[in-house]
């Protein structure tokens, strides 16, 4: 069993097994989004038929050509198994529909006529694509099951071959045959072990080396493939090279570059703990004052036992006498001194005449 897995992991990356497999995945991809077109026009088609009510079956017959519409414009005629002339032809007979429907100048009677006219053309010109509007026939009729064995068989070839030219025609053989068919399950597990093994070769670069959060380079890196996935188009030119995109690129540097946004948060992230662990031992070491010179530079405190003249003016005298510099006052007067309402509002002007926090407070027993 070691063996067998160790052969698996060590297996030759094959360039256009890969862009085969991307092909297909985005194939399946495609065909499962198409099908909500085709079972919502399955849908209205059947209450098309049962309903009675005139208003229901204007509303009804609108969407259904609006699904036509949306299904040749954003879909590719491929999946349709249509050719040029028959989607030019459909085409026209939306347009021609859509102009009869918005003509308000035609008389009811005539309208009505005209309309069913172009609804009916539209729905016998798409008969030919599909009898019943069923997704699961026209899934069955665009993949062929000898193609996925054919597939494999030419990358054997391919892969075996020395041959430039024969190399060539085998590719775009595997490509042409790879956009007319669905993936199956054993070439989902093969495509697994691909880039399990591409962000494995990634990881053993120098740079990448020593770092203890291999699980994260995985979860993201395969995360990040199989949500942008999508996005890759074989049939785009490269600007750097002028030749078609390579599937080996696309996926490592979607792998070297979650590698790297990994690398980075963890960075970030411990940057974050030191710089609170460092914050919360200068409160500390504030909070509890470690020394006498950072207790007696974090506040002064004065302490009046008895007052001379009144509290307003004591402490005047009292910070004159002691030549006080510090910042922060703190005068703790006797417990039995009353302060009144004149001296209060002198009190408070402290701060702004000597410059300095001043805080006054009663002695307490």
Not at 66 to 80: D, F, G, V
Not at 212 to 217: I, K, N
Not at 247 to 273: C, D, G, R
Request: hydrophobic share 35%; net charge positive; charged share 35%.
């Amino acid at each position: 069993m070691r063996i067998k897995s160790e052969q698996k992991i060590n297996q030759y990356i094959n360039e256009t097994e890969l862009k085969s497999l991307m092909i297909r995945i985005n194939n399946k991809t495609f065909l499962l989004n198409l099908s909500k077109s085709f079972l919502r026009l399955h849908k209205y088609k059947n209450k098309f038929k049962e309903t009675t009510n005139i208003h229901l079956k204007l509303i009804l017959e609108k969407a259904i050509v609006n699904l036509y519409n949306n299904i040749i414009k954003n879909k590719s005629k491929q999946l349709l198994l249509i050719s040029d002339e028959e989607l030019l032809k459909i085409k026209q007979l939306i347009v021609d529909y859509n102009e009869i429907y918005n003509d308000i100048t035609l008389k009811t009677d005539e309208w009505d006529s005209k309309k069913d006219k172009a609804f009916n053309a539209i729905n016998n010109a798409f008969k030919d694509v599909n009898e019943e509007m069923d997704i699961k026939n026209v899934l069955l009729q665009y993949s062929k099951k000898s193609d996925t064995a054919r597939i494999n068989k030419y990358i054997k070839k391919h892969t075996k071959t020395k041959s430039k030219k024969l190399k060539k025609i085998l590719k775009d053989r595997i490509i042409t045959i790879s956009e007319r068919n669905i993936i199956d399950t054993e070439s989902y597990e093969r495509f697994g072990e691909l880039v399990l093994l591409i962000i494995k070769n990634i990881l053993k670069k120098p740079k990448f080396s020593g770092y203890t959060y291999r699980d994260e380079f995985y979860s993201d890196s395969t995360d990040k493939i199989f949500r942008y996935l999508k996005n890759f188009n074989h049939k785009l030119i490269s600007k750097i090279t002028g030749q078609q995109v390579n599937a080996f690129s696309y996926l490592s540097q979607y792998v070297h570059n979650s590698i790297l946004f990994i690398i980075n948060t963890k960075k970030a992230e411990k940057q974050e703990v030191e710089n609170y662990v460092n914050t919360y031992n200068e409160k500390i070491k504030l909070l509890f004052n470690e020394t006498s010179y950072a207790k007696e530079e974090l506040e002064r405190i004065i302490e009046l036992e008895s007052i001379k003249i009144n509290l307003y003016t004591d402490i005047l005298n009292e910070i004159e006498t002691q030549n006080i510099t510090d910042k922060r006052i703190k005068v703790i007067y006797p417990e039995d001194y009353k302060i009144s309402l004149e001296e209060y509002n002198k009190l408070t002007k402290l701060k702004e005449l000597l410059g300095k926090e001043c805080s006054v407070i009663r002695k307490r027993n």
